[in-house]
C-alpha cells in the first residue's frame, strides 16, 4: 500500500465549478498534511498546511481532514484556467515528507 | 511564504564528473531539509532528509555515496552528485522546513549529463 494516494485523475472542470481533489494516506500516525499546486517544468508552491481535524478555509481554496478516515481533501471554488495545474497532496510523518502521486486539473473556459 | 533558493537552475556536465546543487533557506532557519528527484510527468521521489548537523537519511534504493548530502547549517543543505551519468539526468529539488511545519520549495534544478 502506498503510502500517500489521490485520485488518479486527471481532473477536468468548467471554469466557474469547483475542483475536488482527495487523498488517503496509510499511517495513523501522520502529523501535518499540505496541498501543494506544481505547474509544468516548475517546483511545487504550498497552497494549504492543515494538521487537525475539519475544514480549513483559505480564500478560494478549503482543505478538509479527517484522521479516523485518514483521508485529505481540497476543494477550489470558482475554478480558474490558472488553476489548471498538477495538485500534489502530502504528508510528514516522522519527520519525513511524502508526496502522493498527484492529479492534474485542467479547468476549461 | 518562506524563501528557499536552490541553485543552479539548471546545469550541464560531462559523463563522469560531479555536480553540486545548493539550497539555502533566507528567511528562516531549517531544521530539517529533503532532497527529491523529479522524472517528466511523475511525482517526486524523495532521495533523503537531512537535519542539521547529522547525517542525512536515504530512501531506499538511493545510493549515498554517490548523492551526497551536506547539511552544515540551519540555513545551507548541498547535494554532490558524484560521477554522474546519463540516467541521472532530471530534476533536482530541494524543500527546506522547520520542525515538521510547511515545507518550502526551491526552484530545482534540472540537471543533464551528457
Known amino acids: 500500500q502506498k503510502e500517500v494516494e489521490q485520485n488518479s485523475g486527471p481532473l477536468s472542470v468548467p471554469e466557474g465549478a469547483i475542483a475536488s481533489l482527495n487523498c488517503t494516506y496509510s499511517d495513523r500516525g501522520s502529523q501535518s498534511f499540505f496541498w501543494y499546486r506544481q505547474y509544468s517544468g516548475k517546483s511545487p508552491e504550498l497552497i494549504m498546511s492543515i494538521y487537525s481535524n475539519g475544514d480549513k478555509e483559505d480564500g478560494r481554496f478549503t482543505a478538509q481532514l479527517n484522521k479516523a478516515s485518514q483521508y485529505v481533501s481540497l476543494l477550489i471554488r470558482d475554478s480558474q484556467p490558472s488553476d489548471s495545474a498538477t495538485y500534489l497532496c502530502?504528508?510528514?510523518?516522522?519527520?519525513?515528507?511524502?508526496f502522493g502521486q498527484g492529479t492534474i486539473l485542467t479547468v476549461h473556459p | 511564504g518562506a524563501v528557499v533558493s536552490q541553485h543552479p537552475s539548471w546545469v550541464i556536465c560531462k559523463s563522469g564528473t560531479s555536480v553540486k546543487i545548493e539550497c539555502r533557506s533566507l528567511?528562516?532557519?531549517?531544521?530539517?531539509m529533503f532532497w527529491y528527484r523529479q522524472f517528466p510527468k511523475q511525482s517526486l521521489m524523495l532521495m533523503a532528509t537531512s537535519n542539521e548537523g547529522s547525517k542525512a537519511t536515504y530512501e531506499q534504493g538511493v545510493e549515498k555515496d554517490k548523492f551526497l548530502i551536506n547539511h552544515a547549517s540551519l540555513t545551507l543543505s548541498t547535494l554532490t552528485v558524484t560521477s554522474a551519468h546519463p540516467e541521472d539526468s532530471s530534476f533536482y529539488i530541494c524543500?527546506?522546513?522547520?520542525?515538521?511545519?510547511?515545507?518550502?520549495f526551491g526552484q530545482g534544478t534540472r540537471l543533464t549529463v551528457v
Open positions: 528567511d528562516f532557519q531549517a531544521t530539517t
Open positions: 502530502a504528508v510528514m510523518l516522522r519527520g519525513k515528507l511524502t
Open positions: 524543500s527546506a522546513s522547520y520542525v515538521n511545519t510547511e515545507a518550502f
